[in-house]
């Protein structure tokens, strides 16, 4: 688990005021979340147990069946797994759709359950689709139920079949409309809306619009957002808008996202947001130039916001382009550069090595040294996180010899500190010795993620070479800095360094071992 990401999210929780507050955290689709943001979520929830009410949703079928077993060993930790609803509470379910207390067979209820596995929402689709095709029917004043023909209705239909075919059976009106809001994305305003349309010149006035946005409120299509600042509106599943968007034609999509570019572009001020949308559109058309500049705009902006992920997500769009397009030149090893240390923070390591092999062949072929130094750097770094300590030490050492042949130095901690490491574990005490000396002489001084575990494993390595004083001295300015230090998992490491000097010098065993127990209580209050 990253370290600075950890003591990040820490200082995030740390930071809320829990006095006389109900405090409710709410991730949604937690199946897209990777091992090291769940790992993440585990160790802090641990940590603030009784603090806050964390609430996360997550699909069946894409479970990761580890994370749950290990998830629900922890005392703080109920999964409560939705099933479907009960065939009393189906009962009242339709009752609520068609308005009536209206009483179907046993023959009914079972076969809905039976079919729809109680899912509501594919419930709701199947009443809807009976009463499209006249099987659930009004009629003066009363609902009535054709059961012979509903023992031959179709079931074999997936729920987007049904959805596409009350999509189909919309009069052209509002399917026009419902197409051109599902281009926008799932929430939507009536002045993006009527903006759009009339970009598109299509022949609906305003108050049109208004008409029949309320009709497919009462359709249950789309649903109603009352927001302080502005009214927007959404689909209420997404199974909706899928549909309505995959049944245009590619040409269609890349046309109407054109004009949604466009219309964000020239009609409303330029904001986060709407920076975020323009290349969302972009992306989804043919435009390219356009989608260079603005995924570079965005990345920008999400570098600046220290939002890891959605600079991945921007810069890998240019990135990839380039290279789809084999313009691959000096400038795009420094994006490939950037775009690997941040792939590499979020754990993206395997990934981050196709790239990294494309930036390798190109600077090894053209010779350019200087790129070759930091390409080499991150393979280093990639290989040291999948605990491959052979082939880091080789591209570390690669670099630095280049750097030192260029007349350079690297001028950052962690390459020496992770390599000087991979040397003690190694059993290669000099070399270790030599390049932990230069991670301390390269590290900030409040660089304590570097710098403390450097003085840890030096002061670990002077006791094998029997220098049990240097060792020692190591070991005095670690402890001069503990009250520096935030981090809980990075405490844990060093107490755990600094105990084992004191006893491997043979110091103070009793000392050793208090700190080794600190060590540990800190690891086991973090599940670390």
């Not at 894409?62 to 749950?68: N, P, Q, R, S």
């Amino acid at each position: 688990l990253n370290i600075e990401l950890y003591n990040a999210f820490s200082r995030l929780i740390n930071s809320i005021p829990f006095q006389d507050k109900n405090i409710i955290f709410i991730l949604d689709d937690l199946q897209w979340a990777d091992k090291d943001s769940l790992d993440l979520m585990v160790k802090t929830l641990d940590k603030i147990s009784g603090k806050i009410l964390f609430i996360s949703t997550i699909r069946h079928e894409e479970l990761d069946h580890d994370f749950i077993t290990h998830f629900s060993h922890k005392s703080f930790s109920n999964i409560i797994r939705l099933k479907g609803i009960s065939k009393q509470s189906l009962k009242k379910f339709i009752s609520q759709i068609i308005g009536t207390n209206y009483r179907f067979n046993d023959y009914f209820y079972n076969t809905v359950l039976k079919e729809t596995n109680g899912f509501p929402f594919y419930i709701l689709e199947l009443i809807k689709d009976l009463y499209e095709i006249k099987i659930l029917y009004h009629e003066n004043n009363l609902w009535h139920f054709d059961s012979a023909r509903f023992k031959n209705y179709d079931f074999n239909k997936n729920i987007n079949n049904i959805v596409n075919e009350r999509i189909n059976n919309l009069e052209k009106g509002y399917k026009e409309i419902l197409t051109f809001a599902s281009v926008i994305g799932k929430e939507f305003s009536l002045t993006m809306l009527y903006t759009l349309i009339k970009s598109a010149k299509k022949n609906f006035s305003f108050s049109d619009l208004v008409t029949y946005i309320d009709v497919c409120i009462k359709r249950n299509i789309i649903e109603k957002n009352n927001k302080p600042s502005i009214t927007t509106y959404n689909f209420t599943h997404d199974k909706i808008i899928e549909t309505l968007y995959n049944n245009l034609e590619d040409n269609d999509k890349a046309g109407l996202n054109l004009l949604c570019a466009k219309t964000v572009e020239d009609r409303f001020e330029l904001t986060e947001e709407s920076l975020f949308k323009i290349t969302f559109y972009y992306n989804r058309t043919n435009n390219e130039e356009k989608k260079i500049f603005y995924n570079q705009k965005a990345y920008e902006l999400a570098k600046r916001k220290s939002s890891f992920n959605q600079s991945i997500f921007y810069l890998r769009k240019i990135v990839d382009y380039k290279l789809e397009n084999e313009q691959v030149d000096n400038e795009i090893i420094e994006l490939i550069i950037e775009l690997v240390t941040f792939m590499q923070f979020v754990g993206l390591i395997n990934e981050s090595l196709k790239y990294l092999d494309i930036a390798k062949e190109y600077v090894e072929n053209e010779k350019l040294d200087s790129f070759m130094k930091d390409v080499y750097i991150k393979f280093g770094d990639a290989y040291y996180f999948l605990n491959d300590q052979p082939k880091a030490i080789k591209y570390f050492s690669e670099s630095i010899q280049i750097a030192d042949k260029l007349g350079e130095k690297i001028e950052f901690s962690h390459p020496y500190r992770l390599l000087g490491s991979g040397y003690w574990f190694n059993s290669e005490f000099k070399m270790a010795l030599d390049y932990l000396s230069k991670a301390i002489e390269y590290a900030d001084e409040t660089d304590y993620i570097n710098l403390l575990p450097s003085y840890g494993i030096r002061s670990w390595t002077y006791s094998f070479l029997g220098n049990m004083e240097l060792a020692m001295n190591d070991i005095k300015t670690i402890e001069k800095n503990l009250v520096s230090v935030n981090n809980q998992m990075l405490l844990s490491q060093i107490y755990h360094m600094i105990g084992n000097t004191y006893c491997l010098t043979a110091t103070d065993f009793e000392k050793g071992i208090e700190y080794s127990y600190k060590s540990t209580e800190i690891a086991k209050s973090m599940n670390y």
